[in-house]
């Protein structure tokens, strides 16, 4: 084994030395159209739920419901979302994830990834000499790989292993 080797479902990112928030890359895919974008993802471990700006919906075309009004310190969210993201790096390890809709104002983020992500996988921070590094490893019995396989059986695989990890927190029966 080399001396550096990272495995592939883990995402590592050097955050510097003035951190005031926690800011990486995250791709984030409409499973129907194929579309997909990297946008900025704010790592939120006081959020519950994870969101996405309303800009970022209509560019990818994804269908947002109006079952959802919530209020948090990034504004209101008046539906939600389904989506596919992708960890930062090679892409490899995408799951679906239910998305708080935020609404578009000065300074908001794209994404916010919140516990429902974070807790599908192993989230550190860590102090080195150029400062912090974050660290996600992502639990590979949650996340799918998708480099291997045929697409539309990737995206039904992902579809159950959504509704699995629904099932496991108790969000449906």
């Keep these: 084994m080399e001396k550096n080797y990272i495995p592939d479902n883990v995402f590592q990112y050097r955050l510097g030395k003035d951190v005031s928030k926690i ?99 192993d989230f550190r921070l860590s102090l080195d000499k150029g400062g912090v590094v974050m660290t996600f490893v992502a639990d590979t019995t949650l996340f799918m790989d998708m480099l291997h396989g045929d697409p539309a059986e990737t995206q039904s695989r992902l579809a159950k292993q959504w509704q699995r990890v629904k099932r496991i927190r108790g969000y449906m029966k």
Excluded at 42 to 71: H, M, N, P, Q, Y
């Design 23 to 121: 800011e990486t890359p995250l791709k984030v895919y409409n499973m129907g159209t194929q579309q997909s974008k990297v946008v900025d993802a704010v790592w939120d471990t006081g959020a519950t739920c994870s969101a996405v700006s309303r800009r970022i919906v209509k560019a990818l075309g994804l269908i947002e419901d109006g079952v959802s009004v919530k209020t948090g310190i990034a504004g209101t969210c008046a539906g939600t979302t389904t989506l596919c993201f992708a960890l930062p790096g090679n892409g490899r390890y995408s799951a679906l994830v239910d998305a708080d809709v935020l609404d578009d104002f000065p300074g908001a983020p794209d994404f916010i990834v919140g516990l429902d992500i974070i807790t599908l996988g």
